[in-house]
């Protein structure tokens, strides 16, 4: 189950526990969005893709499979550039692991998303910073934004662009408690994404020690030539 949020505080780290999507749902603490030391753990996750956010788009933590699945993600900072809702509205790169025919139902959701988040803050500073940039900015988004929908469904299942190709499962989001998501991408029963994402991961090793194995021969030469 989606286990509560905790603290490590010999490493001061903040986890959230991951298991079977039969679990209920919890929120995140607001520390835990203020700190952004968060670490995802628990018996699910090397088969789940988990990331929680905040109601504006800010991505707090990613596994490992979220990192292979969609890059990094993990918010740099704090002002509106680093929300994923306002990336995806303005950097058209960041589409490219969505298929085509996706991409309107999932900016439909996004919006509708967002706008039920401004219905319940909609005086907070980074929540007005956020849409009135957006609204400038993007003329998709205010096209959507102008619908004022805020109970559209969610998509169930999601399309994602690998290095091993398509890679198909079904979406949950856990917890939409206070301004927090927790969102669980699995692969459905009986289909070949268990295997896909097996092999996204084994790719996904090779490329670690490939790069620390570039890092090793650099630090390596880098100390031949101290020495020389």
């Not at 303005?90 to 991409?103: E, F, H, L, S």
Request: aromatic share 4%; charged share 25%.
């Amino acid at each position: 189950m989606l286990g509560l949020s905790g603290e490590d505080a010999k490493a001061n780290t903040a986890y959230v526990q991951i298991g079977s999507l039969a679990g209920r749902a919890a929120s995140l603490p607001a520390d835990l969005l203020r700190s952004r030391r968060i670490r995802i753990t628990g018996s699910g996750v090397g088969s789940q893709s988990a990331r929680p956010c905040s109601d504006t788009g800010f991505v707090l933590a990613q596994n490992r499979l979220a990192r292979l699945l969609h890059g990094d993600l993990v918010s740099s900072g704090r002002g509106i550039r680093s929300s994923m809702t306002w990336r995806w509205f303005t950097k058209p790169d960041i589409r490219a692991g969505v298929p085509a025919d996706d991409q309107g139902e999932h900016s439909r959701v996004v919006v509708a998303d967002l706008r039920a988040a401004w219905g319940r803050r909609r005086a907070d500073v980074d929540m007005r910073e956020l849409v009135d940039g957006l609204i400038a900015a993007s003329d998709e988004f205010a096209e959507l934004w102008s619908l004022h929908e805020v109970a559209v469904q969610p998509m169930q299942r999601k399309t994602f662009q690998t290095r091993v190709g398509a890679i198909t499962l079904d979406c949950a989001v856990l917890a939409n408690v206070h301004g927090q998501q927790l969102v669980v991408l699995t692969p459905p029963p009986a289909s070949s994404a268990m295997e896909a994402l097996q092999l996204l991961a084994t790719l996904g090793e090779q490329t670690i020690r490939a790069d620390d194995a570039a890092l090793d021969s650099v630090r390596a030469r880098d100390e031949g030539v101290a020495r020389g």
